[in-house]
């Protein structure tokens, strides 16, 4: 298979970057859909996984924000066929679940750049694409984000 390549909205914003929303609990997307969408940006969203791929291979967006804990097909699955599928788009994975911490630490294995632990606000949602669309436009003043491969010792498996 193909690497799809992500295409990079323009500075003066004729092509607004799109952000895929994957998350099972309407609310939490519809959450996240609004903040984004406040910040200007385009939303697309699925309520699992294999719906989430299935629109990226429609067409790519310039970000993906994941769940992990999932149904139908879980988020770290998504993860590891999105780096197939497209191995520079950036992905925000996000968990509220009782072992968050555990869940987020495991995607960075896998290819997530940066993970935000639930509930956030919509601040640090923003934020967080902000900088993983622009690392070089931004920084981040703290709060739950987690970077992933800032650190050395996290490798990105080859496939």
Do not use: W
């Not at 690497?3 to 799109?18: D, L, M």
């Not at 609004?34 to 200007?40: D, F, R, Y």
């Not at 149904?71 to 998504?78: F, P, Q």
């Not at 690392?135 to 080859?158: C, D, N, Q, V």
Request: aromatic letters at 6%; glycine letters at 6%.
């Amino acid at each position: 298979m193909n690497p799809i390549r992500v295409s990079t909205p323009t500075a003066q914003g004729a092509n607004v970057a799109e952000i895929l929303i994957i998350d099972d609990h309407p609310g939490d997307r519809y959450i996240m859909a609004e903040a984004l969408m406040g910040a200007g940006y385009q939303i697309r969203q699925a309520n699992e996984g294999a719906k989430g791929l299935a629109l990226c291979r429609e067409r790519l967006p310039a970000l993906v924000v994941t769940d992990i804990v999932m149904a139908v097909k879980d988020g770290i699955e998504t993860i590891r066929e999105l780096r197939r599928l497209a191995p520079n788009i950036p992905i925000l994975a996000v968990s509220g679940t009782e072992h968050a911490d555990l869940y987020l630490n495991a995607v960075s294995l896998l290819g997530a750049d940066a993970a935000l632990s639930k509930p956030f606000c919509f601040d640090e949602l923003v934020q967080a694409v902000a900088q993983l669309l622009n690392p070089s436009a931004h920084r981040f003043s703290g709060g739950k984000l987690a970077y992933m491969r800032e650190a050395a010792s996290i490798r990105t498996p080859a496939y």
